[in-house]
């Protein structure tokens, strides 16, 4: 371990310790966004309803994790009750939910708004908004009157504003500054009814943990026949299982991934920053030359010409003679041998050998034999070591 990654290892682990403590001494903020997830325990989650539901029920509660469309598509099912709890719904589920209640079937739906052709359906127009900061929701029927829930944190203060005659109020939201307004309906449609309450927050952790609350959930869910109850779940049930997801979930496990990728992309940096790159292999050239030679050396014993190969040796040699030794090479006489021993330094048996084979090769018509040509090959080679 060189003493560069040591100082970055010390510095990492530094980091990481200061982090641990601003962890450890930050408080805890409240997640106070309207989420309705079953599965957050945040104010305005849905958790503790998701766990009391089998009760408020009767134990008669199925939740359906797909979209009613998908879950009515080829089931025929007697008359039953349908819970929608602020889910996104699909118009074409719409449709079936609808087509369900004119079977006989009763809808409850608790959002906060529905689609506008829905709302026209049921007999309602548009809704409402107040802003103040805190109002009671009280049902209209007497048996109910001591039913009702104080909502002191962040209502939605919405109310239906335009309802047909055939519609029923079945609860209002009352406030100390404005006139009460409907948020509860009954709408008879077909053979069954629809109930739609605009408030969803009675629901949630926040207004459910507090005494006395939970009765005026009951008091809502009471209209609806005692049979079985779906309760379509879809857009908030279905989870990613992935290992990401849960560490995204966890803050604590959040921070230690993103200091971990931090940590990791400053490791990548440097330790690349000092990394020499490859060198790349060159392989040398090649001597095609030599390669040449021998193909046409191949060529000539494939032939069998040997003739023409003393001659071009010949031609070679005496080439050579004239450029290296500068002797003329015009007349291969007496003086001609006698200056190329001078020169060479070898001896004169060897040098006359040498020039009654050239001769040989350059009388085209001689008769050359393998043994000539390999004799004045190593004769000429030999003379101009």
């Given at each position: 371990m060189n003493k560069t990654f040591k100082i970055y290892a010390v510095i990492f682990i530094i980091i990481m310790v200061i982090l641990a403590l601003f962890e450890v001494n930050k408080k805890?903020?409240?997640?106070?966004?309207?989420?309705?997830?079953?599965?957050?325990?945040?104010?305005?989650?849905?958790?503790?309803?998701?766990?009391?539901?089998?009760?408020?029920?009767?134990?008669?509660?199925?939740?359906?994790?797909?979209?009613?469309?998908?879950?009515?598509?080829?089931?025929?099912?007697?008359?039953?009750?349908?819970?929608?709890?602020?889910?996104?719904?699909?118009?074409?589920?719409?449709?079936?939910i609808l087509d369900e209640v004119s079977k006989g079937s009763d809808a409850m739906i608790i959002a906060n708004r529905l689609p506008k052709n829905i709302s026209d359906t049921i007999g309602f127009y548009g809704s409402k908004i107040s802003y103040e900061n805190e109002n009671v929701l009280k049902l209209t029927d007497k048996k109910y009157q001591n039913d009702f829930i104080k909502l002191d944190k962040f209502p939605s203060g919405r109310g239906f504003s335009y309802i047909k005659p055939n519609v029923q109020i079945l609860g209002k939201t009352v406030e100390e500054n404005n006139e009460d307004q409907a948020n509860f309906i009954k709408a008879p449609f077909g053979?069954?009814?629809?109930?739609?309450?605009?408030?969803?927050?009675?629901?949630?952790?926040?207004?459910?943990?507090?005494?006395?609350?939970?009765?005026?959930?009951?008091?809502?869910?009471?209209?609806?026949?005692?049979?079985?109850?779906?309760?379509?779940?879809?857009?908030?049930?279905?989870?990613?299982?992935?290992?990401?997801r849960f560490i995204l979930s966890n803050p604590a496990l959040k921070y230690a991934w993103w200091v971990f990728l931090g940590g990791l992309v400053l490791f990548i940096f440097f330790n690349v920053k000092r990394k020499q790159r490859i060198v790349p292999i060159i392989e040398p050239l090649k001597n095609t030359s030599a390669d040449f030679v021998k193909s046409i050396g191949n060529l000539y014993l494939q032939e069998g010409d040997f003739h023409d190969m003393m001659a071009k040796k010949a031609q070679y040699f005496l080439n050579k003679v004239r450029l290296d030794l500068l002797i003329d090479t015009q007349n291969l006489d007496e003086e001609f041998a006698k200056r190329l021993q001078l020169k060479t330094g070898k001896s004169a048996e060897m040098v006359n050998e040498a020039i009654v084979l050239i001769k040989k090769a350059q009388d085209p018509y001689a008769s050359v034999m393998k043994e000539d040509l390999a004799r004045i090959n190593s004769l000429l080679d030999e003379i101009l070591k």
């Open positions: 805890e903020v409240t997640d106070w966004r309207k989420n309705f997830d079953v599965n957050q325990k945040s104010p305005f989650g849905l958790f503790v309803f998701n766990k009391e539901a089998k009760d408020l029920f009767k134990n008669n509660l199925t939740k359906i994790d797909v979209a009613p469309y998908d879950y009515y598509t080829d089931k025929n099912k007697k008359p039953h009750n349908i819970l929608i709890l602020e889910s996104e719904i699909d118009p074409e589920s719409w449709n079936k053979k069954g009814k629809i109930y739609v309450h605009c408030e969803p927050l009675f629901l949630t952790n926040y207004y459910l943990l507090q005494s006395g609350n939970v009765k005026y959930a009951q008091s809502v869910f009471s209209y609806l026949s005692d049979r079985e109850t779906l309760w379509f779940v879809e857009s908030n049930t279905k989870e990613s299982s992935s290992l990401l």
